[in-house]
């Protein structure tokens, strides 16, 4: 079984004492999360986009693997792009909006 995995590209840098540890720009890869991954956490947190609980999560699923500190380090717009990820890999297919034909 493939992994699913969707990308997100940082807007702005993440920084960690001041130093660049990740640049903008940088494409965060993000795989869809198992059960297992998301142990110890409320799934109702995920969906409200809980920061502390998308900072746990991160390590989890993330490519490069973003540490707790360096998650919790992104600029809130990064944070919510990373999120917003996370949810649309949580909603049912039935909660998600059709997609249009081409």
């Known amino acids: 079984m ?3 995995t969707r990308t997100f590209t940082l807007d702005d840098p ?23 991954e998301m142990r110890g ?3 109702n947190s ?8 998308l900072e746990t999560l991160a390590p989890r699923i993330t490519m490069p693997i973003l540490h707790k500190p360096l998650a919790a380090a992104m600029a809130p717009n990064d944070m919510l792009q990373f999120g917003t990820e996370v949810v649309d ?14």
């Open 2 to 4: 493939s992994a699913i």
């Open 14 to 36: 993440i920084k960690i004492d001041g130093k660049e540890v990740i640049a903008a720009g940088t494409i965060i890869a993000v795989r869809k999360p198992g059960s297992g």
């Open 41 to 43: 956490l409320a799934l």
């Open 46 to 53: 995920l969906l409200q986009l809980d920061v502390a609980s």
């Open 89 to 102: 890999f949580l909603l049912p297919k039935a909660a998600k909006p059709a997609s249009p034909t081409t």
